[in-house]
């Protein structure tokens, strides 16, 4: 819908390529990827003499006609389809090995010590760079992986937020609401839907599932802060070559937080808890600390409710 500016039916996503039901396959607006009836914004912007970048995930078509290069993209650096690892080992969540486009070409390895954040980043900083002196106008895409499952991080990342979480997802989702109040971002009377029935209490979780939990919000948060940082490099380079003041940034959050666990087989999977967060693990959050990241609202990724569909949006810019 971002790219092409029309509803995502007509642009053939009208549901993700992979959970195309039996009942949508070939039928319009089912095509599971970026369909030709719509004018994607690259390309409308790339003939307008724009330069066009794009690094991050795009999950809107698997075939070279369909790659970002093929869609108005002069540079691009894409993990092609919706997720996989964080890290140079190019897994995805079945155990399948994934695609990386570099320009429009296939690539058959990342950097050793490659992050997605990190990398996806870089990559647009050098792009811009490159072009900077032709005086053209630019659009990027940073369609960053992060924060989304696997929980992985680079080493020194780890343990960023050791202990952060050790009071549990009830007390850490009250403190948050009252922070709200007391911001005046909720009402003072405003009231929570409740702990979803399927989650126990913190209180009467045992001393090891309670580690354990906290750990997986500990490396959430630490991947949020490591986005938000390289976003933060992007925005620095900006400044030191004064192109700041002149750049439009949107910010926004996909679909909310995901509190869904999918159970598939990995069998690159090495989740042993003192390997959690590592390259080759495959670690989730699950519905309780969704539901605490979803603050007041109801549900959270997969659901069409407020904590579902309604999700962060920032704009920035000069006016």
Request: no cysteine; hydrophobic share 35%.
């Amino acid at each position: 819908m971002l790219l092409s500016g029309t509803d995502n039916h007509i642009a053939g996503l009208g549901n993700m390529a992979e959970f195309t039901a039996p009942n949508q396959k070939g039928k319009p607006g089912y095509e599971g990827y970026l369909n030709e009836n719509v004018a994607p914004l690259p390309a409308l912007l790339k003939d307008a003499g724009y330069n066009t970048y794009m690094a991050g995930k795009w999950h809107m078509g698997e075939e070279p006609e369909h790659y970002p290069a093929a869609r108005g993209f002069m540079r691009d650096f894409t993990l092609i389809p919706g997720g996989g690892s964080h890290m140079d080992d190019m897994w995805g969540a079945k155990g399948e090995r994934q695609l990386y486009t570099k320009n429009g070409k296939p690539i058959q390895a990342l950097r050793p010590g490659f992050y997605s954040s990190e990398d996806y980043t870089a990559s647009i900083i050098e792009n811009i760079n490159e072009n900077r002196a032709d005086g053209k106008p630019f659009f990027v895409y940073l369609a960053l992986q992060a924060p989304h499952d696997p929980f992985q991080l680079p080493d020194n990342w780890l343990d960023r937020y050791k202990g952060r979480y050790d009071a549990g997802y009830d007390a850490t989702r009250a403190d948050r609401i009252e922070r709200m109040k007391a911001l005046g971002i909720l009402g003072a009377k405003a009231t929570l839907f409740p702990r979803l029935a399927n989650v126990p209490a913190w209180n009467d979780l045992p001393a090891d599932e309670k580690r354990m939990s906290a750990r997986k919000m500990e490396l959430f948060a630490a991947m949020v802060e490591n986005m938000d940082a390289n976003i933060g490099k992007l925005i620095g380079y900006l400044k030191t070559n004064k192109l700041y003041e002149n750049t439009l940034i949107i910010f926004l959050s996909d679909n909310g937080p995901e509190g869904n666990i999918m159970e598939m087989g990995r069998p690159w999977d090495n989740s042993r808890f003192e390997n959690w967060g590592k390259k080759g693990t495959f670690i989730q959050y699950g519905p309780a600390w969704a539901q605490a990241s979803a603050g007041p609202l109801r549900m959270f990724k997969g659901f069409l409710s407020e904590g579902g569909i309604r999700t962060p949006l920032i704009v920035s810019g000069t006016g």
